[in-house]
């Protein structure tokens, strides 16, 4: 589990499953305020609303896991903190480009759910409580919903035109 | 899972938000350092960090450490000071490889030998980015820039090699391509008692080479944990830091299995052991004086 630091996932309650679902949320939030913020300074209006747009979204999902918590667990300690995850389901910062298109920004979010899915599908395995278990196979099929749901946003936009490619940013060293 | 930390990783993190263009490798070192800092858990206000001019020097401002934005090459004797001045600090520098190999190269040598405690953190994107891609001192040979149209006549600064063989105690590298690693070793680097270095492979993606970034590295990286490196031994690491511009190693090329004291723990050493024998002020030229 490359994308984690000093997580035993066998030992792992669902507790601290939900509070790791709960902080893979919050980090992807995180991710496209930042991506927005970075499409706003760059005057890329479509891309910044598109990320508002999936901060949203990534916060209900954050907000709904962590209210699960604290029914169930309330106010009990968290062993599982954000330095211990790295990109779950946060779009990687290298995928972002200054002048990138709408579709581009669809395609980073796209990328990230089924990134998302890939680590659900991956700690499944390696859990041992079957309560945590079917919380990660539970979660993994909503990245399968919330994937076809982006790319069905996708196939309703137009393909990129060369202009659009063309404008990406060429690096000037060669 | 492990002890809980006393500071979280959101802790170190500023409310100013990071400018540099979007996809820049700096982002995921920023949140590496975080990680780090997240797992050493010493306060914000115990660690100051200090840094050069480049668009990497700009690091300090995005944590919520004591930061000092200062002079283009001089992040490393500024750093010095402060550790001379308040050794009970968490001293980090960071910069960029013009900052750090070019004008800022004369003293990273002494910086090594001093052995001060303090961590040096390199964004070696081989280009000088903020001023719009010309050449910096690990630029490949051959590369062509705004300042080199046909192409670069000039042999790359190799910074592993250099502060390896100046006798550094603590060298590694990482990317942004393998967050959980980059923050392992800039963790080892800051526990490291003594002058610590990580180079990170922090692409430009506005002015650095197709196969330089992330996606590449991704690709292409080799974590010296898989090729069983010995990192005890320094010549083994010397041998591997040769191949730096040509293979992406990432890991702890060389740790001291038995670091010597630090400058500013002798320091302290003398001046305790000097306590109560302080020569009076009227009598202190007399030290100088042939008699």
């Known amino acids: 589990m490359e994308k984690t630091r000093s997580i035993d996932f066998s030992k792992l309650t669902l507790c601290d499953a939900l509070d790791l679902a709960t902080i893979v949320e919050e980090e992807a939030k995180e991710r496209y305020g930042e991506f927005a913020h970075q499409m706003e300074i760059h005057h890329n209006p479509d891309a910044a609303g598109f990320f508002k747009f999936m901060l949203k979204i990534e916060a209900l999902h954050e907000g709904r896991l962590a209210d699960r918590r604290r029914q169930l667990f309330g106010d009990a300690p968290r062993k599982v903190r954000r330095e211990m995850i790295f990109d779950i389901e946060a779009p990687e910062y290298d995928e972002v480009r200054a002048n990138m298109t709408h579709r581009q920004a669809l395609e980073t979010a796209l990328n990230a759910e089924k990134k998302a899915f890939a680590f659900f599908d991956e700690a499944a395995k390696h859990v041992k409580d079957s309560e945590v278990q079917a919380l990660f196979v539970e979660l993994r099929e909503e990245e399968i919903e919330h994937a076809g749901l982006v790319e069905k946003e996708i196939s309703k936009l137009p393909p990129d035109s060369p202009t659009d490619v063309d404008d990406e940013e060429e690096p000037v060293a060669h | ?291």
């Open chain 2, 1 to 291: 899972m492990t002890s809980l930390p006393t500071f979280q990783a959101k802790d170190f993190k500023s409310d100013l938000k990071p400018i540099w263009c979007p996809g820049c490798g700096d982002f995921g070192v920023v949140q590496a350092i975080y990680r780090a800092l997240a797992g050493i858990g010493r306060a914000p206000h115990d660690i100051a960090f200090v840094s050069g001019i480049g668009c990497s020097s700009r690091i300090p401002g995005y944590t919520t450490a004591y930061g000092f934005n200062s002079v283009h090459g001089r992040a490393l004797p500024i750093a010095q000071g402060i550790k001379m001045a308040k050794p009970d600090l968490l001293v980090l520098v960071a910069g960029g490889d013009g900052d750090g190999f070019s004008i800022g190269g004369g003293h990273v040598a002494h910086a090594i030998r001093r052995n001060l405690d303090i961590t040096y953190i390199v964004m070696d994107n081989q280009i000088y980015g903020l001023t719009k891609g010309q050449l910096s001192p690990t630029s490949p040979r051959g590369l062509k820039t705004v300042t080199s149209e046909y192409g670069s006549l000039e042999e790359p600064v190799n910074p592993l090699l250099y502060v390896l063989a100046y006798g550094a105690n603590f060298v590694a590298q990482g990317t942004p391509a393998d967050m959980a690693g980059l923050a392992d070793v800039i963790e080892q680097a800051i526990r490291f008692p003594g002058f610590s270095f990580v180079n990170v492979q922090s692409p430009c993606v506005t002015f650095g080479q197709e196969e330089q970034q992330v996606k590449a590295h991704r690709a292409n990286m080799k974590s010296l944990p898989s090729l069983e490196h010995d990192p005890t031994n320094r010549l083994a690491a010397m041998d591997l830091a040769q191949q730096y511009g040509r293979s992406l190693h990432t890991g702890v090329f060389y740790k001291n299995p038995d670091p010597p004291p630090t400058l500013d723990a002798q320091v302290r050493e003398r001046q305790h052991n000097l306590e109560g024998k302080a020569i009076p002020r009227e009598r202190i030229l007399d030290m100088f004086v042939q008699k």
